[in-house]
């Protein structure tokens, strides 16, 4: 069975400055997806980045970058330049596609918050 | 282009009623999954349609039912509600049923049970 462990119940981070998020992993199937969502206070659940497990380089889409350590079967998120807009839970979400179905198992979820 | 559309936003129902959620996916998508997410945890997958059948589901008891439409919406129903299903509801769509599919997710449907 997959899990995810996001350990960081809250963290708390300055404008502008950087912040990591932790996240890891379980899973024996070679082949898997790892995702970060971004869930605001609305309740949407909002796409920020996406690692392949085969994939060899990490996985950057802005200010996100995932740093993706294999072989101790982590996946933290790393916001750069942190701003306001960015408080929100985080979740961290593992996809098997060898399931053949594109259903997510999710962490906990972090709880940013960003201060002026 | 809409996105994943979900109603209510917001529902409040008694201990023993029956609830219906409505989805409708994002255009072109045909594929919806439903997601429970209780108040300080992460969503849990309920079950997923494609072609207007069940194709996966979660550990979910069967008061928990769905249905497809042939325009690809779809219905989350709750039988004989406890006050344990208050929480947040959230449908994602999805182009087709494979693994590499990207979910798309709606607002959520926030349900209490009183």
């Known amino acids: 069975a997959q899990k995810i462990t996001q350990t960081q119940p809250g963290m708390f981070v300055q404008e502008k400055e950087a912040v990591t998020l932790d996240c890891t992993y379980d899973?024996?199937?070679?082949?898997?997806?790892l995702f970060w969502y971004k869930q605001p206070s609305s309740g949407e659940m909002i796409f920020l980045i996406y690692?392949?497990?085969?994939?060899?380089q990490n996985a950057t889409e802005g200010r996100y970058s995932l740093n993706f350590q294999k072989a101790r079967k982590s996946a933290n998120l790393v916001i750069s330049a942190s701003q306001l807009g960015d408080s929100a839970m985080y979740f961290c979400?593992?996809?098997?596609?060898?399931?053949?179905?594109?259903?997510?198992?999710f962490g906990k979820g972090t709880m940013l918050l960003v201060s002026p | 282009d809409a996105g994943v559309t979900q109603s209510p936003t917001h529902l409040i129902k008694t201990r023993g009623q029956q609830v219906t959620l409505r989805c409708s996916p994002k255009s072109g998508h045909d594929t919806v999954s439903w997601y429970q997410q209780a108040l300080g945890q992460g969503p849990q997958f309920i079950f997923q349609y494609y072609e207007e059948e069940e194709r996966q589901r979660g550990n979910f008891p069967d008061r928990f039912s769905g249905h497809q439409f042939p325009n690809y919406s779809s219905e989350l129903n709750v039988n004989a509600l406890l006050l344990g299903d208050s929480a947040l509801y959230l449908c994602?769509?999805?182009?087709?049923?494979?693994?590499?599919?990207?979910?798309?997710f709606g607002q959520g449907t926030r349900l209490t049970v009183v």
């Open positions: 994602a769509s999805s182009l087709g049923a494979g693994g590499n599919a990207e979910a798309f």
């Open positions: 690692q392949g497990s085969y994939d060899q």
């Open positions: 979400a593992m996809r098997d596609p060898n399931s053949g179905y594109s259903t997510l198992t």
């Open positions: 899973t024996s199937d070679p082949s898997y997806g």
